[in-house]
């Protein structure tokens, strides 16, 4: 982070001999002076902080003078490691961002400007230590001007490994060519045309997200049709005229990790409305690199849609070779350059929630800082579940997640998923000799794990959920689980996904789980909210479901086929999904037709309940027994009826997040009553709806549980490697 350049600095401006070097334990400096200028040192060393270090202990001793030192300086590490050198890639820093608009600096607009302060890092490293040569700025040789720079301790840009400048480093090119890559680029966006940039972790495309056809267009090209596009500007007061920022949203989104931030989107702004259809939230992120920059000054360009460029399902394109042959269907030009892409890594996704971030997404920015664990874990590989797929590996008490790798259902994705294991395990210097995987057979990345001949553990995917919510709030022994998701085997075989479970890292119990109901047509249930209106309220009102609004108009053969899958379970598996249930919810309501993405039929019920003020409760059924059932066909049946009644949809989307959360108080007490286990930890992919979140802690909090939520890793699957990790490390 630029530490040990700063304590030279300072060090050397206050007369003071010693030296500085990097150990197991952190940084540790001898420094030799007056009592006075060794005051001052203390002082600054506090207020001066570079940008991108954090001091969390410091201690200090009076030892014997050394006789004869002379100068300051700055040694090798004490046992040869290398690790905390490689830090995520950072956000350019406000001194580079100066020297990239002023004429008079040697490096303005230069493209790739960059100092110990900010820039790539975790994307470009090939090896460690880390050093130029082992990053991609290799093959670029610095000029006299850079190196003196790059040699001189007192230098913002002393051993800053990526640093160039327009003499010696990357260059520009656009495909098709032209002899002015950016200026090219740019009037393209400005008469909106799709533009694919190459960033730090990979390509995106981008387009003018003020020009309505523009954006219509990309998600033509794309066929993307509904999914939020994330939006990016050159700067914060941008930011503050499309949206309304809290204080903590305005800090994270101008902070070195730059994550796109999801905000309450003002009423009135110049972006098209089809960047994020109907929303009253939308995805900011600041312009993160020079490049980026450069396409904001002085073009007129106010804000761009920022979207991952792939081909559908696969990851994020990273490398030239692939993006010059698929892009060019989808963009109308290529802005690229010559500096490779080590390591693809997406956007990370992000919103607040009462004062704190709440992960969807842990990616660029964040990796590879780990995440502490309260115990030791040894050397654990943890290979995640299969949809949002990140991995992890275990170091002591550290725990390094990878950045997003995707949903690992093709060949593609499932390269990259190697490629980050190898890597992460080479930069991190670990050998995993235990693997963990979820215990669906079929996940690919059981699959890999089943073939690595390690000693391998297969974690049930809901305890998964439970054991990562409770290693990032180091919590231990016993507690209650509420998982709510989308899907997970079950111990039982079936599928499982709206469970309460009680126990810790060594095992759970279930101890209730929504009741369950058929998934007709399987995976097309997930897809097809109308089937899961129809499996829940079968059993109620039989053929009267086919007259509930909205339905689609099946022949009377079809109709026949659904019966015959609901009674008899063919191709129906059973289900105590969340994700499904708030299917059902969202279709009776009219919130959604499809889920085109996951949780898209979610996120349009909790959108719609947000606009509403409190109403009365709606009535459901907890049937007791172990596990005990939740029976929430009476809740569903009640939006109906209250809907026909001439309520409003938006009060009704309130009613049913309120009622679930009282289903879900309701279920926690039974099991205090049983347990005395007070502390209740939340988790699954349906948390990261912020209205049932709320209520859930509220309900909870009242009812004197202590309540624990994610914070650093997403409640959905991507935190669920964490979780694999901690309970193998406790089963040892
Ligand atoms: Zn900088
Ligand atoms: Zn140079
Ligand atoms: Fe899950």
């Known amino acids: 982070m630029g530490f040990r350049p700063f304590v030279f600095r300072l060090a050397t401006e206050l007369g003071l001999t010693g030296w500085v070097r990097n150990s197991p334990a952190g940084v540790e400096l001898e420094l030799q002076g007056n009592t006075e200028q060794l005051a001052r040192f203390d002082e600054r060393l506090q207020s001066e902080l570079p940008p991108l270090a954090v001091i969390s202990s410091l201690k200090s001793a009076d030892i014997p003078v050394v006789s004869g030192e002379t100068g300051f300086a700055i040694l090798a590490s004490s046992d040869g490691s290398h690790e905390a050198q490689i830090t995520p890639d950072s956000a350019l820093c406000a ?5 990239l608009s002023d004429p008079a600096d040697r490096r303005f607009r230069h493209p790739f400007i960059t100092c110990t302060n900010c820039g790539p890092r975790w994307t470009i490293v090939t090896g460690i230590p880390y050093d130029r040569p082992l990053t991609t700025m290799a093959a670029f040789q610095l000029c006299t001007s850079c190196e003196a720079e790059y040699r001189n301790p007192l230098d913002r840009r002393f051993h800053a490994q990526p640093i160039a400048c327009l003499d010696c480093g990357p260059q520009l090119s656009l495909i098709p060519p032209h002899a002015d ?11 909106g045309r799709i533009v694919a940039v190459k960033g730090l972790g990979g390509y995106h495309l981008a387009v003018d997200a003020c020009n309505t056809d523009a954006v219509a267009r990309l998600r033509q090209r794309k066929q993307r049709d509904e999914k939020p596009f994330a939006v990016m500007v050159p700067d914060l007061a941008t930011a503050q005229q499309l949206a309304e920022l809290s204080e903590l949203e305005e800090r994270l989104l101008v902070g070195p990790e730059a994550p796109v931030v999801i905000v309450g989107r003002r009423a009135a702004t110049p972006v098209a409305d089809l ?59 290529i802005l690229t350059h010559n500096r490779p892409i080590q390591v693809r890594t997406d ?88 693997v963990v995987c979820d215990q669906h057979p079929d ?16 974690v049930q995917h809901h305890h998964a959920h439970l054991a990562s919510c409770m290693a990032e709030n180091g919590l231990d022994g016993d507690v209650i689980g509420v998982i709510f998701d989308g899907t997970g085997l079950g111990d039982d075989g079936t599928v499982w996904g709206g469970e309460f479970l009680v126990g810790g890292y060594a095992g759970v119990q279930r101890a209730g789980h929504l009741k369950q109901i058929r998934l007709p047509g399987g ?33 009377a053969t079809d109709r026949q086929l659904l019966q015959v899958m609901l009674e008899r379970g063919i191709n129906a598996p059973l289900t105590s999904s969340a994700g499904r249930l708030f299917d059902a919810a969202a279709f009776l309501l009219g919130a959604a037709t499809r889920n085109n993405f996951d949780g898209q039929a979610g996120m349009a019920l909790e959108a719609l309940a947000e606009t509403a003020t409190a109403t009365g409760l709606l009535p459901y059924h907890l049937q007791p027994g172990r596990p005990f059932q939740l029976d929430l066909a009476p809740l569903l049946l009640g939006l109906v009826q209250r809907l026909q009644a001439g309520e409003s949809v938006a009060s009704l989307a309130w009613a049913f997040h309120a009622s679930l959360a009282t289903a879900v108080l309701e279920g926690c007490e039974l099991i205090r009553n049983e347990t005395g286990f007070d502390r209740v930890a939340l988790s699954g992919g349906v948390f990261q709806n912020r209205l049932l979140t709320e209520l859930v802690y509220t309900f909870l909090a009242k009812s004197h549980f202590s309540v624990f939520i994610h914070r650093l890793v997403p409640p959905n699957d991507g935190g669920i490697c964490l979780g694999q990790a901690a309970i193998a490390a406790r089963r040892s």
């Open 95 to 99: 001194d580079c961002l100066r020297e």
């Open 181 to 191: 890559p950016l200026g090219q680029a740019i009037a393209l966006l400005q008469q």
């Open 275 to 333: 960047v994020a259809p109907g929303s009253l939230w939308i995805g900011l992120l600041l312009a993160y690199t020079p490049l980026h920059q450069m396409l904001f000054a002085d073009t007129g360009l106010k804000a761009l849609v920022m979207t991952s460029a792939n081909a559908s399902d696969e990851p994020m394109l990273s490398d030239d070779a692939e993006a010059a042959e698929q892009l060019p269907g989808i963009a109308d030009a």
């Open 347 to 434: 956007d990370s996704v992000l919103r607040v929630f009462q004062g704190q971030p709440l992960f969807y997404r842990r990616s660029r920015g964040y990796v590879p800082r780990p995440v502490l664990l309260p115990f030791d874990a040894g050397k654990i590989l943890a290979v995640g579940a299969e949809l949002k797929n990140t991995i992890c590996l275990t170091r002591g008490n550290q725990a390094f997640l990878s950045q997003h790798i995707g949903d690992l259902k093709n060949e593609a994705t499932l390269d990259t998923f190697r490629q980050t294991i190898n890597h992460l395990g080479s930069i991190m210097e670990i050998r995993p000799e235990r």
């Open 443 to 458: 996940y690919l990345s059981t699959r890999y794990a089943d073939e690595l001949g390690l000693p391998l553990l297969r």
């Open 523 to 555: 995976d097309l249930a997930a897809k097809e909210p109308w089937r899961m209106a129809v499996a829940w309220l079968w059993e109620p009102l039989g053929e009267a479901v086919w007259q509930l609004p909205g339905m689609p108009a099946l022949a």
